[in-house]
């Protein structure tokens, strides 16, 4: 289960193949339908089920209720379209504006983000901005309509320091003044630290670690979790060699039983093969999906180690 609560930022944080951006697209029902689908539990937003939705009002409420910045502004900005055309269909479709005051939405949302000659580059087209330009659109498109909740998955990849941070600060002060929750998934570990108040961390399609983005920085509980926060580079290493996690994330269905982590793992025992973990509740508000804290944990009712997204 991942929960976010009104005007918080969650992280959600794991390697590459972790499940970060299914879930995210599960949120949003963009699954692809020829080879995926939810077969099993819910998506619950403001009250209501969202696969119980049909697909007409699913649609209302993409971009209206629940916004994405994608992963890849320059493959999800469409090539052929204007920067304006693109930032006009959202309060055209959502929000009943006409063409006039679309635009004029468009250009404000633009400034909002702090893009200059915003009038002039509604006009232009994605390839003519750079890639912190494009984030930028992205996200004021994203928040265009003024959501209650905002997924970033991974909004500063590929992008220079100076470019993440400033990316960094526009979020923060953007959920500020709209109020927003924010959904920020990411690999990286130092902008869940300065960006999120609670994390999850995710490890082959299941939530292995979820606490307090203090706590866990403080003290991280599962191997996985604390192999993640080694390999972090720190002044006082000096240079030194970098630690790295051996292995890669197993292909999905390959760990039919027992935990998900234990070929990788140095702190793996016999029960680790052979039963899978449950989400133990190690903490008042901390979980881990570990057979280290089992005389200690207590898991979690209804809770068990299988996939509820296929």
């Known amino acids: 289960d991942i929960t976010v609560h009104a005007g918080e930022t969650v992280g959600i944080v794991g390697e590459s193949g ?21 077969t ?23 971009g209206k209720e629940i916004a994405m910045v994608f992963q890849e502004p320059m493959t999800a900005l469409n090539p052929v379209k204007t920067i304006g055309t693109q930032l006009m269909e ?15 939405h468009a250009v404000k949302m633009l400034g909002k983000v ?6 002039k580059l509604i006009h232009e087209y994605p390839h003519q901005l750079s890639g912190g330009m494009r984030q930028r659109v992205m996200i004021a498109m994203a928040l265009s ?10 909004p500063t990849t590929a ?8 990316i960094l600060d526009l979020m923060n002060e953007l959920q500020e003044r709209e109020h927003s929750s924010i959904v920020l998934i990411t690999h990286d570990l130092g902008v869940v630290a300065e960006m999120c108040q609670t994390v999850y961390v995710m490890y082959a399609g299941q939530v292995v670690e979820h ?4 706590d866990l920085i403080r003290e991280p509980a599962h191997p996985y979790t604390q192999g993640l926060m080694r390999s972090l580079p720190r002044e006082e290493d000096g240079g030194s060699r970098l630690s790295c996690i051996p292995g890669n994330v197993p292909l999905p269905g390959s760990v039919k039983v027992g ?17 899978n973990p449950p989400l133990l509740r190690i903490a008042a508000d901390r979980m881990c999906r570990c057979w280290l804290y089992a005389e200690n944990g207590a898991a979690e009712e209804g809770k068990d180690s299988h996939e509820q997204i296929s």
């Open 18 to 38: 972790c499940g970060k951006s299914v879930t995210s697209l599960s949120i949003m029902r963009l699954l692809p339908k020829v080879n995926a689908q939810i």
């Open 40 to 62: 099993r539990g819910s998506i619950l937003f403001k009250g209501k089920d969202l696969l119980h939705l049909s697909e007409d009002e699913m649609r209302r409420v993409r």
């Open 90 to 104: 959202m309060p055209i479709l959502h929000l009943g504006y006409s063409a006039d005051a679309a635009r004029e």
């Open 114 to 119: 702090h893009i200059p000659r915003a009038d």
């Open 145 to 154: 309509c003024s959501p209650d909740l905002l997924i970033a998955d991974e």
């Open 159 to 166: 992008l220079d320091v100076t470019v993440q941070a400033q």
């Open 211 to 214: 606490a307090a983005i203090d």
């Open 259 to 275: 935990c998900r982590f234990a070929e990788r793992c140095s702190q793996a025992m016999g029960r680790c093969t052979r039963e």
